[in-house]
């Protein structure tokens, strides 16, 4: 069962593959929601989602942060109350962008010790 919301209400909510906190900017609909943007938690992902890792697709993605104060039209079932300060959106924005460049580096990371222990492996094997 969904939560009712009020124009004002603090939120968390979810668009396409970032995460921000906002507020309410309109009465809900049945499914969807208008959020205004305050903060960014989680900096939206980049490249293609149908084929995720793969950096040679026809059309590589770059997805920006909302902006501050941007509505967005949020599915209701992403929305969830939000009870605490809200931090400052250039702070938050920044913080988000790092933490998603800090996933991407350790993946870069495993990947090349990946690719070190089958070098090594390929030797044992004598190939």
Request: include cysteine; glycine fraction near 4%; proline fraction near 7%.
């Amino acid at each position: 069962m969904n939560k009712t919301y009020r124009i004002g209400d603090l939120v968390v909510a979810s668009y396409k593959t970032g995460k921000y906190i906002g507020e309410i900017a309109e009465q809900p609909s049945a499914n969807k929601a208008a959020v205004k943007i305050l903060a960014v938690v989680k900096h939206p992902a980049q490249g293609d989602l149908h084929r995720p890792m793969d950096p040679d697709v026809p059309f590589f993605h770059q997805r920006r942060a909302l902006a501050y104060q941007e509505i967005a039209l949020v599915p209701l079932e992403t929305v969830k109350p939000y009870d605490g300060p809200v931090p400052d959106y250039k702070e938050s924005l920044q913080k988000a962008l790092a933490a998603e460049e800090e996933v991407l580096i350790r993946s870069v990371k495993w990947a090349n010790r990946c690719l070190q222990e089958l070098e090594a492996l390929r030797k044992e094997y004598s190939l």
